[in-house]
């Protein structure tokens, strides 16, 4: 298995165990501030902002430590130049993940059109983007296992 398919993976399971913490614990604060629906909306998106800085900075750590395992286990020599595959596998999974999230807001602003509370569009738009996160990361594992 290559390198870039090892990151892969690496991401596609750091990324969802990394989110449910995350939103487990926002939900047990928005359970126990018992947030009145005046508020909602600033309390989601407050921890929306929060949740770039908690995605990437745990995942920049894991990514050195998986680097350094690797090294010490394979003793293969990593480099960080791209050849034009790589770029292609990475802008044809950015588009994937991208459309999926598009997606997603697309129906969490359905869904706040029809009615539903804007908690549930918040839900929605977290939801998506760790989908079209877990996307983007198989897509890139799909074409760098069967090309592109």
Known sequence: MEFQEKRSMVNLITTPLLFIIYY????????????????????????ILILMPVMIIPKIIIYIIFAIINKIMTGDKITDMEDEMDKLIDLKASRNGSIVFMIGFMLAMVALVSGWSAHSMFI????????????????MFYYYRKGV
């Open 24 to 47: 487990l614990y926002v939900y047990a604060q928005y359970q126990s501030l018992a947030v009145a629906s005046g508020t909602d909306i600033s309390f989601w998106a407050k921890y």
């Open 124 to 139: 929605i738009i977290l939801g998506s983007f760790l989908v079209s996160g877990i996307f983007g990361e198989a897509s």
